[in-house]
T-cell receptor, first 115, second 112 residues
C-alpha cells in the first residue's frame, strides 16, 4: 500500500470556522492532489501540487487554498467553512504527471461535516 | 471537459456470477484507472490500464483507447466484491498535470 495518511479522519465544525486538512506521504512522490467526493458524483479535483511551493487550481477550487512547504505534506484549508463544503476529502499522490508511471494512489479520506 | 460515462449505474448479482462493467470516455486519454471503493470508503487501485488487457486474479480489464472505452470483468463474484467501481481517466492533451476525471461509478451488490 502507498504510504499516504490523512488527518483528521473525521471532523465536525461550524459554519464560518477555518479548517485545515493534512495529507502526508512517505513515497517521496512529486505530485499531490486534493479531491472531494459528494453523493452521486465521482471525485472532483480541488487543487493539486507539482512540487514544493508549486500548486494550482482544479475544477472546484472556490473557497479552498492549499500549501506545500515540504515534499511529504500537502495542506488543504477552508478559510471559512460553509455547509456546501460538507464532503469526503481524498488526497492522492503520483510519481509523475502526464507521463508514464503516473498511476495515482489515494489516502483513506477525511469526512468533514459543516453545521 | 471530458465526459466519462459508466454503465450500468447499479448491478445486483448472486455470488458466483460474472459481470462486465463499461467505461466510455469522450476524448483521447493517456491514462485510465479502475478503482474499487469498498463499503468503508477506501479507494483501492484495481488497474492502471491506458491500453491493452490486464488480469489480476478474478478481475481483468481491457482498454481500447482508439475506440474510447474500457471494460472491467469480474468473474465468480464474491460478497467482498460489493462496493462502487470507478473508472477515471487523464486527458492526453492540455491536461492539468495528471488530474483524473472520474465517472459516476457502478454500484455493485453481491448477495450470498
Amino acid at each position: 500500500d502507498a504510504g499516504i495518511t490523512q488527518s483528521p479522519r473525521h471532523k465536525v465544525t461550524e459554519t464560518g470556522t477555518p479548517v485545515t486538512l493534512r495529507c502526508h506521504q512517505t513515497e517521496n512522490h512529486r505530485y499531490m492532489y486534493w479531491y472531494r467526493q459528494d453523493p452521486g458524483h465521482g471525485l472532483r479535483l480541488i487543487h493539486y501540487s507539482y512540487g514544493v511551493k508549486d500548486t494550482d487550481k482544479g475544477e472546484v477550487s472556490d473557497g479552498y487554498s492549499v500549501s506545500r512547504s515540504k515534499t511529504e505534506d500537502f495542506l488543504l484549508t477552508l478559510e471559512s467553512a460553509t455547509s456546501s463544503q460538507t464532503s469526503v476529502y481524498f488526497c492522492a499522490i503520483s510519481e509523475a504527471g502526464t507521463t508514464i508511471h503516473n498511476e495515482q494512489f489515494f489516502g483513506p479520506g477525511t469526512r468533514l461535516t459543516v453545521l | 471537459g471530458i465526459q466519462v460515462e459508466q454503465s450500468p449505474p447499479d448491478l445486483i448479482l448472486q455470488e458466483g456470477a460474472n459481470s462486465t462493467l463499461r467505461c466510455n470516455f469522450s476524448d483521447s486519454v493517456n491514462n485510465l484507472q479502475w478503482f474499487h471503493q469498498n463499503p468503508w470508503g477506501q479507494l483501492i487501485n484495481l488497474f492502471y490500464i491506458p491500453s491493452g488487457t490486464k488480469q489480476n486474479g478474478r478481475l481483468s480489464a481491457t482498454t481500447v483507447a482508439t475506440e474510447r472505452y474500457s471494460l472491467l470483468y469480474i468473474s465468480s463474484s464474491q460478497t467482498t466484491d460489493s462496493g462502487v467501481y470507478f473508472c477515471a481517466v487523464v486527458l492526453s492533451r492540455g491536461s492539468t498535470l495528471g488530474r483524473l476525471y472520474f465517472g459516476r461509478g457502478t454500484q455493485l451488490t453481491v448477495w450470498p
